[in-house]
C-alpha cells in the first residue's frame, strides 16, 4: 500500500500514521506548525536513508525517485581549451550524489561514444596521459577522471561543442515540505511504512520507549526486504552461463 504525506481525513498519510505508531493524539503533528516541520525534517532524512540502502542494492535497473520531473541524465557545453567540468546540482538543484557515465561527442550532428574512466591518483602514467602531465594537449576527449565535484577530461577539446557532454548521475531524492498533502515518496509503495518506522524509531529510542525494540525489529525487516527486491528488478534480463570451470577443491 503506498502512502501519501499526510491526509487528515482518513488517518492513513505517513504524518498519521507515525501519530498512531507512538501514541500521539489526533493531529498531534499534523496540527501543529513546529511540530509538522521538525517531523518533515525526520521524513526527509529517513528519506535520504532509503536511498541509500536502494543505491547499494540496485542492480541493472538503476534507480531514480519518481517525483522527479526529468532523468538522472545531464547534458552540458564542451567548451574549448577547458579542460574540468563541475558538477553539484542537476538543472533543478537536485544534489548530485555520484557520477556513473560519461559520454562526450565531438560535434553536434555526431553521435556520443563513451570517455573511458581513469584514476589520477591511482592508474598508471599510460593510462592517465594529459591529465597529470601538464602539456595540456587539444584535441576529442577520450578519458576522464572524476575529482571532488567535477570531471576531469582528456585531450582537452579543441572545440566548443553545444551539449557536448552527457553524464548518467545518482542524485538525491524528492524531499517532502510541511504543505505536502497527497504526494508519495518516490519509490516502491510496498515500501513507503520505512518513512514512518524510521522516524518513529529514533523518537522512541531518544525517548527511552519501550516500542524501541519492536521498531528497530520491525525496521530491520523492512530493510531486508527492500534490498532483495532492488536487487532483482531486472526481470527482463535472462541469465547466461558460461563455459568457465568451476574449481570445487
Do not use: C
Amino acid at each position: 500500500m503506498s502512502l501519501v504525506y499526510s491526509n487528515t481525513t482518513t488517518k492513513a498519510g505517513i504524518i498519521q500514521r507515525i501519530e498512531q505508531e507512538l501514541g500521539f493524539t489526533d493531529a498531534f503533528i499534523s496540527g501543529n506548525s513546529t511540530r509538522l516541520t521538525q517531523w518533515t525534517a525526520s521524513i526527509n532524512l529517513a528519506l535520504d536513508n532509503v536511498l541509500s540502502i536502494i543505491f547499494k542494492a540496485d542492480g541493472r535497473w538503476q534507480f531514480d525517485d519518481s517525483n522527479h520531473t526529468d532523468y538522472p541524465i545531464i547534458t552540458t557545453n564542451l567548451v574549448a581549451s577547458q579542460r574540468d567540468y563541475a558538477f553539484t546540482a542537476d538543472e533543478n538543484s537536485n544534489l548530485i550524489l555520484d557520477i556513473y557515465r560519461v559520454l562526450a561527442r565531438s560535434s553536434t550532428t555526431t553521435p556520443y561514444y563513451d570517455l573511458k574512466p581513469v584514476d589520477v591518483q591511482g592508474d598508471n602514467e599510460f593510462e592517465i596521459g594529459g591529465l597529470a602531465d601538464g602539456l595540456n594537449n587539444e584535441g576529442v576527449p577520450k578519458t576522464y577522471d572524476k575529482t571532488a565535484n567535477g570531471i576531469f577530461v582528456d585531450p582537452i577539446p579543441s572545440s566548443t561543442i553545444t551539449s557536448g557532454l552527457k553524464i548518467y548521475i545518482n542524485r538525491e531524492g524528492s524531499y517532502f515540505t510541511t504543505s505536502d498533502t497527497t504526494k508519495k515518496p518516490g519509490f516502491a509503495g510496498l515500501y513507503h511504512e520505512y518513512l514512518v518506522l524510521e522516524p518513529a524509531y529514533r523518537y522512541a529510542r531518544a525517548h527511552r520507549l519501550d516500542s524501541q525494540e519492536a521498531l528497530r525489529r520491525d525496521l530491520k525487516e523492512l530493510e531486508q526486504s527492500m534490498i532483495q527486491f532492488y536487487s532483482r528488478r531486472e526481470k527482463d534480463e535472462r541469465p547466461y552461463f558460461t563455459n568457465e570451470r568451476i574449481n570445487y577443491e
